[in-house]
Each structure stands twice: as structure tokens, then as C-alpha cells.
């Protein structure tokens, strides 16, 4: 079985530029999240899909961030303008549709460096 | 809402020594719990997981935790650590009420000393 696929491994922008990152969620999966983990941190959720529908996007500084999830399966994540403190690497998870913790697998994540 | 702590930051054992990762959540209903592994460029990696019945809880690399509900803690141990578990560790809370995103620890980073 395919993993989660993300795209690209790794990013260098200057503040005020824009970026997006790719994710591909393992086949079947209904539920996707993106996950922002600074260095020396745990992870910490951004926003939540169900199909393609957003489920939680209470932590998202929407002023900056967005994401979609076109069809129910790719989503992209996008920042813009990127400011310094964004430096971070991105996980994408995905897991079934029904809770099911045991399915809840991760991606190798974007590490994304502003300078 | 759901959180975890794990109250240290980075901890030293020698190789051959025990380990044990502590972690504490808090969590209104029974939780589902995780404890992840991180090394160094990589993904975040499944050691186990414990949803119900056994408190103790078998995982990878010869790695258990136990759940115990009167502490709210599920600790993490391995008899013998071997210098290839240097790495950070990671213990996640999830539930079922419908909020099915994971919440997790700052993390341990385990060094081996040989």
C-alpha cells in the first residue's frame, strides 16, 4: 500500500514570498490534515478535511494560510504572503473515513525555510 | 480539550540501560493514545497505540507503554535501549467526539550514550 505522498521535501523562500505545498493521501482515505511542527516542537494541527469538506480549521492564520482539498483526495497548502516565523516542516496525515486511529498515517513532511 | 504533556525534554541513558518516556494527557472520555518516533529528517514513525482492553500495549523495536487511567499517563518503556532509538519521541492523544485530529506532546529527544 502507497504512503502518503508530499511534495516538495524541501523549500527556501524570503518573507513576503508565496508557497505552496502538495499532498496525496493514501487511497480510500476520507479524512486528510495538514500539521505544522517547529523545530523542537510537536506537532500541531492546522486543518482537518473530511472528503472535501473542512472539518476544523480553528489554528489556520487564514490571513496567510490556505488550503483545499479539490475532489476529496490532493490537497494543497499554501502560504502568502510567508513571513520568517512559518519556518517549519509541514505534515500531511491522512486517515479513513471513519475514526479509526489505527489507519492515521503520516507523510515525510515539507521542510520549508524563510529567510 | 484534549492536551499532553511530557514533562521532559530531553533525557540521557547509557546504552543497554532501561527507558521510560512519560507522558500525561487530559482527556474527558477514554482516549486513544500514540507514542511516535522522530529521528532526525524524517517522518513521524508509529511505535504503538491503545484504544482499549490491555493496559499494557506492545509496540515496535521492543517498545511498551502502559495506560493507567487513575494517573492519566501512558508511559513509554523498552528494557534495554541500543543506540539506534537516539532519536525524539512524541506522545499523541486522539478521540472519538467527532474532533478526530491527534494533540501532541512537546516531544522527548532520547540520547544514547555508549
Known amino acids: 500500500e502507497a504512503g502518503v505522498a508530499q511534495s516538495p521535501r524541501y523549500k527556501i523562500i524570503e518573507k513576503r514570498q508565496s508557497v505552496a505545498f502538495w499532498c496525496n493521501p493514501i487511497?480510500?482515505?476520507?479524512?486528510l490534515y495538514w500539521y505544522q511542527q517547529i523545530l523542537g516542537q510537536g506537532p500541531k494541527l492546522l486543518i482537518q478535511f473530511q472528503n472535501n469538506g473542512v472539518v476544523d480549521d480553528s489554528q489556520l492564520p487564514k490571513d496567510r494560510f490556505s488550503a483545499e482539498r479539490l475532489k476529496g483526495v490532493d490537497s494543497t497548502l499554501k502560504i502568502q504572503p510567508a513571513k520568517l516565523e512559518d519556518s517549519a516542516v509541514y505534515l500531511c496525515a491522512s486517515s479513513l473515513d471513519s475514526w479509526d486511529p489505527g489507519t492515521y498515517t503520516f507523510g515525510s513532511g515539507t521542510r520549508l525555510t524563510v529567510v | 480539550a484534549q492536551s499532553v504533556t511530557q514533562p521532559d525534554i530531553h533525557i540521557t541513558v547509557s546504552e543497554g540501560a532501561s527507558l521510560e518516556l512519560r507522558c500525561n494527557y487530559s482527556y474527558g472520555a477514554t482516549p486513544y493514545l500514540f507514542w511516535y518516533v522522530q529521528s532526525p529528517g524524517q517522518g513521524l514513525q508509529l511505535l504503538l497505540k491503545?484504544?482499549?482492553?490491555?493496559?499494557l500495549v506492545q509496540g515496535i523495536k521492543g517498545f511498551e507503554a502502559e495506560f493507567k487511567r487513575s494517573q492519566s499517563s501512558f508511559n513509554l518503556r523498552k528494557p534495554s535501549v541500543h543506540w539506534s532509538d537516539a532519536a525524539e519521541y512524541f506522545c499523541a492523544v486522539g478521540g472519538d467526539t467527532g474532533r478526530r485530529a491527534l494533540t501532541f506532546g512537546s516531544g522527548t529527544r532520547l540520547q544514547v550514550q555508549p
Open positions: 487511497s480510500g482515505h476520507a479524512t
Open positions: 491503545y484504544f482499549s482492553g490491555d493496559t
